[in-house]
């Protein structure tokens, strides 16, 4: 499959002023790649997780006024919907590309997820790779380095996934504009294949 490489002007979408004019440039500049993910890690995801995958190309579709500062394709077990399940996501903001593991605010399985991270804290602290990120908030541009966190901070937000509504936990990796505008196509593949194989144990605690 032919998929082709994020560019300046995919991480420019997201400095048009205006929700009409930005996602007419999302629509023509970065969905068409998001899909050709999409199609792309599906069949392998639904392999290695052993559930049956399917692709969500975010539609940012409740937007009345905001434009959006980011955009992904996500893959989860359930053909209407990802947030309420453990999923993946493929993404970029203005600054960066990312792959997260991800069990946002709207899943009702959160304090059992949130207990079983708690219980393998110090499994996932020693398994997870030092060039990889946690955050707490799917909405915000800001993580938490793993190469900078102890095992009780880690802990820390464990505990608050179980015990705060609108907690979030996400596990993954980043790659700064610089950097992912001189990928190639097939080195853009090979690092999205990694990092997602490296995060299917974080999905499969939840099962």
Not at 29 to 41: A, D
Not at 99 to 128: D, S
């Amino acid at each position: 499959m032919n998929i082709n490489g994020f560019t300046e002007d995919d991480f420019n979408v997201f400095t048009i002023d205006g929700l009409d004019e930005r996602m007419e440039a999302l629509k023509g500049n970065i969905r068409p790649k998001l899909e050709s993910l999409g199609k792309y890690f599906t069949p392998e995801l639904s392999t290695l997780t052993g559930d049956e995958l399917f692709y969500h190309v975010a539609k940012h579709a409740r937007r009345t006024k905001n434009p959006p500062n980011d955009t992904w394709v996500a893959f989860a077990a359930n053909p209407r919907g990802y947030k309420m399940l453990p999923h993946f996501q493929i993404g970029l903001w203005e600054t960066h590309l990312f792959v997260w593991f991800a069990l946002i605010y709207e899943a009702p399985n959160k304090q059992e997820f949130g207990k079983l991270l708690e219980q393998n804290a110090e499994r996932l602290f020693n398994e997870t790779p030092n060039n990889f990120v946690w955050s707490m908030d799917h909405t915000k541009p800001d993580v938490f380095k793993q190469s900078e966190l102890t095992q009780t901070e880690l802990v820390s937000m464990f505990q608050r996934l179980q015990n705060v509504k609108k907690a979030e936990i996400l596990c993954g990796y980043q790659i700064p504009r610089e950097e992912a505008v001189k990928l190639s196509s097939t080195e853009l593949l090979e690092t999205f294949d990694s990092v997602l194989k490296t995060l299917v144990p974080l999905y499969k605690l939840g099962h």
